[in-house]
């Protein structure tokens, strides 16, 4: 976990709380419906996890945070679009609360959702 | 509840129904009026990443909507709205990129395969257009272009029940969308922190007006608006006051004229048109609230002859002192000038060419250009607008024009024009239908298209840029700062506009000051059109004391 050393001690901030900084950014994107506890790739341990569950997946590596974003994402909009603007979001938002630079966003679209009218 | 607005009331004929061509050019016109404001709205930008730059993701969003129909000759509007729609999606930029063309794809989708839509139709489109975006997104933030379409779409709906003319509902929709994006800082706190109002809100206001203004006969090009003006400065004549306008009649002498499509272009300009003829001669009469665009088109296709232009607004009032009888209905008073600009210029000369550019008032600055900040407060105050921008048009005058700007009890803002070119520029850049704080982004972004150069002579022996300079010789600031010396007037203005990279730019500007004779200015400005063949060089009597010459590159 992303540390900091004040003069009194350490911060220590968990992967569970970096998760829900970014689900709550991912939630607020435009062209998000929702994030996805499903993911293929990790099969069934991966699921087992609360912030899996959640659709995010943080991990850390040499001191720098890589996020992993599974989000269904609503038919008819530009997904590239979409999908970045869910990883400058998520950057944004994570590294204005930690004040730690986040390396990477990767956003997975598990699905699209076409609404009733289409 | 709107009550006010700065929409002029004129007489004119109904539309009643709108084909897939006339939404080709509303589109057409949302996107180059949007193209006008992309800096300005850019400059809204409250995050430093998420939306990025609004601006220039709504311009190619719309862009992308535009390529798609641009040489589509259909006519269907359902149809033609599907493409753009499909082209708004396919090049969908950022979130308000998104949100635009999901809009665009339900408006759409609920016009499906009609030939027209008259009001009922637009109003449907619009509901249709605004629940698809609310669709893509789980918790819709208000305060945000989601907002402003809702009211938009509302007001369509309210308003089409009353009326079937697409254009008045077009003109409600424009002032629904002003005032919900004046709301927006009211319902995102984090705008109300930066003083702004919401980007993509303001987007979405723009490509309403765009649209309006096409409906007007306005134009909506940059190079159009900026023709106007340079006519101005010659000839004095300043736009008509909303609600009248100008009476504008002449003869076009020419060779193989198309009467009837001068009647069609003419007809969109303005009210009560009227134009006769044959191909070599054709009389064109028409009122407009801006006739330089008639006589511009009109000098476009021949020569003009017997041109006249008169004030309505004159003339009506004229008409009611001599009438005698039952009261009349007064014309609406004519709204002061918003915003009301001040500028600070010396000599009378520049005095004048800010005044025709629409200063209301002007504060000389003196020899050392240093109006006291008394002087700008009583010239903020003695405007008759609510909202005013002050030009200081020097370095030295943009800290005065703050503290006046504080003290003041109107909306002041201060534009930190640097000199006289960049006050021109600025003023040039405003928009009298678009609010301060736009107003001040488009302006500010003018000035830093222009480079200031200045000739004066050397009041002491100074080595500054490696230039070396005795005192008594003539000197060439660039920006203010010393870049050129020489013996002569012609070296240093040559030396000075190679500094200023003119062959990069299009137009020159030479305002010659006090001791500088009219024909030596001209002789002046032929030397400089020999050297640079590729631009445009002007002259200007600016009068001012101290420098021969300010230069201007643009």
Known sequence: MPEKKSSLGRIEVSLAAIASIAQQAVLSCYGVVGTSDKSLASGIVGALSKEHKRGIDVHIKDGQIFIDVYVIIEYGTRIVAVAQSVMNVVKFSVERALGVPVAEVNVHVEGLRVSSVD | MIIESNIPATYREARLIADGQVFKQLIKAALAWLQRHQVAINALNVYPVPDGDTGTNMVLTMQSAWAEIQDSPERNVGRIARQMAHGALMGARGNSGVILSQIWRGFARSLDEKEVYRAKDLAAACQEGVATAYRGVVKPVEGTILTVARAVADEAARVAGETEDLVYILERMVLAAREAVKMTPTLLPVLAQAGVVDAGGQGLAIILEGMLRYMHGEPVTQDLELTGAVDLVTTGLAPGEAGYGYDVQFLIAGQGLDVDAIRERIAAMGECPLVVGEPTLVKVHVHVLDPGIPISYGASLGSLREVVVEDMQAQYRDFIAGREGPAVVQPPPSPPREPGIVAVVMGDGLAHVFQSLGAGAIVYGGQTMNPSTQELLEAIESLPSRQVIVLPNNGNVILAAQQASALSSKRVAVVPSRSIPQGIAALLALNAQADLDMNVAVMSEAIKQVRTGEITTATRSVT???????????????????????????????????????????????????????????????????????????????????????????
Request: proline share 3%; with cysteine; net charge negative.
């Open chain 2, 464 to 554: 500054i840029n490696g230039v070396t300079v005795s005192s008594g010789e003539l000197i060439g600031l660039c920006d203010d700062e010393l870049k050129v010396s020489g013996a002569s007037v012609e070296e240093v203005a040559r030396k000075l506009l190679r500094e200023m990279d003119a062959s990069q730019k299009e137009i020159i500007t030479l305002y010659y000051g006090e001791g500088v004779s009219d024909e030596e200015a001209r002789a002046l400005a032929e030397l400089i059109a020999q050297e640079w063949p590729d631009q445009e060089v002007e002259v200007v009597a600016g009068g001012q004391p101290h420098y021969p010459y300010i230069l201007s590159v643009e």
